[in-house]
């Protein structure tokens, strides 16, 4: 059964790093986008970054644009989020999803890794 599971999450101060891990297994990555989804309470889901597995091509949210860096390791199965300069507004459940283009919102879900940022 295929499935991903994020690791990774914690909390923080604001202005830290942290770097979240997706491990997926009987996924055929290549033919999915792999994307992290947060969801802060009372908000609305957020897709933070998403990258095509067989091209590595990436896209980001507005707002962590030039703080968060999406990548990922075939050889390994996994999905990476490099959180730099975290801020408070960035706390939230994060999810990995694989799905079948960027931008879809529905996949194959993780069950979350919390993020949470103080000041």
């Known amino acids: 059964q295929a499935s991903v599971m994020e690791s990774g999450g914690g909390l923080v101060q604001a202005g830290e790093s942290l770097r979240l891990s997706c491990r997926s297994s009987g996924v055929l990555l290549d033919s999915y986008a792999m994307a992290w989804i947060r969801q802060a309470p009372g908000k609305e889901r957020e897709e933070v970054s998403c990258?095509?597995?067989?091209?590595?091509?990436?896209t980001y949210l507005d707002s962590v644009e030039g703080r968060f860096i999406i990548s990922r390791d075939s050889a390994k199965n996994t999905l990476y989020l490099q959180m730099n300069n975290l801020k408070v507004e960035d706390t939230a459940m994060y999810y990995c999803?694989?799905?079948?283009?960027?931008?879809?919102?529905?996949?194959?879900w993780g069950q979350g890794t919390q993020v949470t940022v103080s000041s």
């Open positions: 990258i095509w597995w067989n091209t590595g091509t990436p």
């Open positions: 999803l694989a799905e079948a283009a960027c931008g879809i919102g529905d996949g194959i």
